[in-house]
């Protein structure tokens, strides 16, 4: 099982970007979904997070600028980004709680990361 993470740039302040995960494999059930974000020299922080049904968290920071949305038929998470400001600088990473299978079983819930996609905000 695998996330794929895309849809990160450069851009000026102000402008949107929109980020999208995919997540890929042996996947019975997605449960929570999630980003986060790690700016140069700093931990990786919780930016949004939305739970199969549809409930959604935000960090104050982002809060009325980004939306955290989820398409189960894709399997994919999306992150759209709206009036971008430098300091939302950071490479993006999408996370997940999957449960898999192998063959007709469910082999337990896995905590999936993505690879990261970088958003860069020029003032």
């Known amino acids: 099982v695998q996330l794929q993470a895309s849809g990160g740039g450069l851009v000026q302040a102000g402008r949107s970007l929109r980020l999208s995960c995919a997540a890929s494999?042996?996947?019975?059930?997605?449960?929570?979904m999630a980003w986060y974000r790690q700016a140069p020299g700093k931990e990786r922080v919780f930016v949004a997070s939305?739970?199969?049904?549809?409930?959604?968290n935000y960090v104050d920071s982002v809060k009325g600028r980004f939306t955290i949305s989820r398409d189960d038929a894709e399997k994919t998470v999306y992150l759209q980004m709206h009036n971008l400001k430098p300091e939302d600088t950071a490479v993006y990473y999408c996370?997940?709680?999957?449960?898999?299978?192998?063959?007709?079983?469910?082999?337990?819930?896995?905590?999936?990361w993505g690879q990261g996609t970088q958003v860069t905000v020029s003032s």
């Open positions: 996370n997940a709680a999957i449960d898999t299978y192998t063959g007709y079983t469910v082999t337990g819930e896995h905590d999936v």
């Open positions: 494999g042996n996947i019975f059930e997605l449960h929570d």
């Open positions: 939305i739970t199969s049904r549809g409930d959604t």
